[in-house]
């Protein structure tokens, strides 16, 4: 093996390895654009493989950033504490049915705000409201391990679900309303299929019963009835800007961008239009919240990861789906997103489906074929990360969440659980996949 590919690989390790550590407490985006240096420095990449490698990321990255602002600041406004409590009264002291309705909460979350949003509201909203109910520690950590698992399963219906999924469509031109025409039917599965694994996985330690007196009426939950009564618009705005723009080929930051600014002003306007404002929603602690290290972790991880590809590692990959290019689709799509998700409980789902799609690109197969692949990579980037702890961004901002609220979950007892509910889900998922493409 020559210079370069090694030290590409040794690169990508140790950049990997510093932002799951996050030494002397730096952000993930930080670490990330130091190995995107080290690569620059070394010639691992050129500079002039930045524009291409920001082309591929951007649209992605901004779309991120701006549904999660958003669904901060419906959370600020209190719709989604306001949603919780109607799902613990719906369920009428129901131990299981709680456990259900709590998830599918999870999963529209995820479905409409992201799955790295969806850990940002869900994990502190589901902490509270176990310690609320006076449940015991069990029972806790088997509510926010389900949340958890929920927001990376949950997350496949739309581009704009996932940044995984964003990151695959833009790079082989699927569009938003292509993408959802197979997606929302496997989502769907994914869900089903998470709830009836989760629900035999923790059923012996849900209580069969709880009391709802020291939980508030739902509608003292929401602290901005203006923004409140906004989201039920806006949301429904988005999904139409989506399908509009996929048909005119404007970038979906283009729709997410506008409506996260409309929400910010409509938080900010307390600051304006009273003389002794009386502030709702305090936007500079919010904004501190948006994953700006998002953006720096996007261009600098994909620089790591484009001089992996750039220095001949992707090879190897396409030389592996060359050969299930002869198989059934549905054979082709699960042996794909089967590899797809070992790679990312293996190396975080970021660089691994940047990785595949460069792997998939490579291979001459027919147009439905390399869609179906493509699908295959998004579903197992999006599911398999739940194997390991360092699979997704997601699971670490849910770790350090859980971790600030006292409660501590470890690598070996993470990978026990996560194996277990994940691989069920995923095989069952990747085979409906097969089924539709």
């Given amino acids: 093996m020559t210079t370069q590919p090694l030290l590409a690989a040794t690169l990508f390790c140790t950049t990997l390895a510093a932002v799951i550590v996050r030494p002397f407490g730096l952000g993930s985006g930080t670490l990330a654009m130091a190995g995107a240096?080290?690569?620059?420095?070394?010639?691992?990449?050129?500079?002039?493989?930045?524009?291409?490698?920001w082309q591929i990321v951007q649209d992605a990255t901004f779309t991120l950033v701006s549904l999660i602002v958003i669904s901060l600041v419906l959370d600020a406004a209190g719709l989604f504490e306001w949603a919780a409590l109607h799902i613990v009264h719906m369920a009428r002291g129901h131990g299981v049915r709680l456990f259900l309705l709590l998830n599918v909460l999870g999963a529209l979350i995820a479905a409409l705000f992201t799955n790295d949003g969806a850990v940002l509201i869900l994990t502190p909203l589901l902490v509270s409201v176990s310690r609320n109910l006076r449940f015991p520690t069990?029972?806790?950590?088997?509510?926010v391990l389900s949340g958890g698992f929920i927001a990376d399963s949950a997350s496949l219906p739309l581009v704009t679900s996932n940044?995984?999924?964003?990151?695959?469509?833009?790079?082989?031109?699927?569009?938003?309303?292509?993408?959802?025409?197979?997606?929302?039917?496997?989502?769907?599965?994914?869900?089903?299929?998470?709830?009836?694994?989760?629900t035999l996985y923790y059923h012996r330690q849900l209580p069969p019963r709880h009391e709802l007196a020291a939980l508030p009426a739902p509608r003292q939950a929401i602290r901005d009835p203006l923004i409140f009564r906004a989201a039920w618009l806006v949301m429904p705005a988005l999904i139409v800007g989506y399908l509009v723009s996929a048909r005119w080929q404007i970038p979906a930051s283009a729709i997410a961008a506008p409506a996260a600014l409309f929400m910010l002003v409509l938080a900010a306007r307390d600051h304006f239009?009273?003389?002794?404002?009386?502030?709702?929603?305090?936007?500079?602690?919010?904004?501190?919240?948006?994953?700006?290290?998002?953006?720096?972790?996007?261009?600098?991880?994909?620089?790591?990861?484009?001089?992996?590809?750039?220095?001949?590692?992707?090879?190897?990959?396409?030389?592996?789906?060359?050969?299930?290019?002869?198989?059934?689709?549905?054979?082709?799509?699960?042996?794909?997103?089967?590899?797809?998700a070992l790679l990312s409980s293996l190396m975080n789902n970021l660089p691994a489906v940047l990785l595949t799609s460069l792997a998939i690109a490579q291979q001459h197969v027919?147009?439905?074929?390399?869609?179906?692949?493509?699908?295959?990579?998004?579903?197992?980037?999006?599911?398999?990360?739940?194997?390991?702890?360092?699979?997704?961004?997601?699971?670490?901002?849910?770790?350090?969440?859980?971790?600030?609220?006292?409660?501590?979950?470890?690598w070996g007892a993470y990978f026990r659980t996560g194996a277990v509910l994940t691989l069920p889900v995923l095989t069952v998922?990747?085979?409906?996949?097969?089924?539709?493409?």
């Fill in 273 to 340: 239009i009273r003389k002794q404002p009386t502030v709702v929603i305090p936007l500079l602690p919010l904004l501190r919240e948006a994953p700006w290290q998002v953006v720096i972790f996007s261009l600098g991880m994909y620089l790591v990861v484009y001089g992996l590809g750039k220095q001949g590692w992707t090879t190897w990959l396409a030389v592996l789906l060359a050969h299930l290019h002869d198989l059934a689709p549905w054979q082709a799509a699960w042996l794909t997103g089967m590899l797809a």
């Fill in 163 to 198: 940044l995984v999924n964003l990151i695959a469509a833009h790079h082989a031109g699927i569009g938003f309303a292509d993408y959802a025409r197979i997606m929302v039917p496997v989502d769907l599965v994914s869900v089903l299929a998470s709830l009836v694994v989760l």
């Fill in 138 to 143: 069990p029972v806790v950590l088997a509510i």
């Fill in 429 to 437: 998922t990747l085979l409906v996949l097969g089924s539709l493409i």
């Fill in 37 to 53: 240096l080290a690569a620059l420095a070394t010639g691992v990449v050129a500079y002039s493989d930045i524009p291409l490698v």
């Fill in 366 to 410: 027919p147009d439905s074929v390399r869609q179906g692949m493509l699908l295959a990579n998004v579903t197992g980037c999006d599911l398999g990360p739940k194997i390991t702890p360092i699979g997704s961004l997601a699971t670490l901002l849910w770790m350090h969440l859980l971790q600030q609220r006292g409660i501590h979950v470890g």
